[in-house]
T-cell receptor
Framework: GAVVSQHPSRVICKSGTSVKIECRSL??????MFWYRQFPKKSLMLMAT?????????EQGVEKDKFLINHASLTLSTLTVTSAHPEDSSFYIC??????????????FGAGTRLSVL | ELKVEQNPLFLSMQEGKNYTIYCNYS?????LYWYRQDPGKSLESLFV?????AVKQEGRLMASLDTKARLSTLHITAAVHDLSATYFC?????????FGKGTKLTVNP
């Protein structure tokens, strides 16, 4: 079964509103989680690395004030898209790194959130 | 800066045929991943390759890694329609992953 839960799977919102996306590791503790963005028929682009108990590390070109990340516990990271606009419409995917499963250090991905801003 | 190149980007093949997807990367890395993505879905982990010469097989898919050449291959044997999807390779160590652009595979009857 899924080891990383992402919610909601789909959200439609009006321009100017804020949207929060949750990413939970279900059966392991994840000190590090990652947030990706995927445009239609494109690859995944890393937006930021979420670190438990500290500030997220954002990739170049990603607005930290626009995409707020909070990693308050070892099993939960949230991404808030503030004052969303149509250009923020995209597929957002989180992942969590599991260091414990046989030492493989694998990233498991959430199911993704499709955001549509009207 | 790590760069990952994947080819081909589009692959249309007939059922029963064999083909290989290539993944080249620019700098040394200690692991390489292959993922599958179905339309509208997230990523499904297929393989994790950890060392030079590593070969892993699952069903009709086989992945290999040559760290000296900085090359990984995903070989498809006797393709079936269910394998139609987009396949991504990704390279990374203990930190972030860098993804290739993906190969959209279509298997025709």
């Amino acid at each position: 079964g899924a080891v990383v839960s992402q919610h909601p799977s789909r959200v439609i919102c009006k321009s100017g509103t804020s949207v929060k996306i949750e990413c939970r590791s279900l059966d392991f503790q994840a000190t590090t989680m990652f947030w990706y963005r995927q445009f239609p028929k494109k690859s995944l682009m890393l937006m930021a690395t979420s670190n438990e108990g500290s500030k997220a590390t954002y990739e170049q070109g990603v607005e930290k004030d626009k995409f707020l990340i909070n990693h308050a516990s070892l099993t939960l990271s949230t991404l808030t898209v503030t004052s969303a606009h149509p250009e923020d419409s995209s597929f957002y995917i989180c992942s969590a790194r599991d260091y414990g499963r046989g030492g493989k250090n694998i990233q498991y991905f959430g199911a993704g959130t499709r955001l549509s801003v009207l | 800066e790590l760069k990952v190149e994947q080819n081909p980007l589009f692959l249309s093949m007939q059922e029963g045929k064999n083909y290989t997807i290539y993944c080249n990367y620019s700098t040394t890395s200690d692991r390489l991943y292959w993922y599958r993505q179905d339309p509208g879905k997230s990523l499904e982990s297929l393989f994790v390759l950890l060392s030079n010469g590593a070969v892993k097989q699952e069903g009709r898919l086989m992945a290999s890694l040559d760290t000296k050449a900085r090359l990984s291959t995903l070989h498809i044997t006797a393709a079936v329609h269910d394998l139609s999807a987009t396949y991504f390779c990704a390279v990374g160590g203990s930190e972030k992953l860098v993804f290739g652009k993906g190969t959209k595979l279509t298997v025709n009857p």
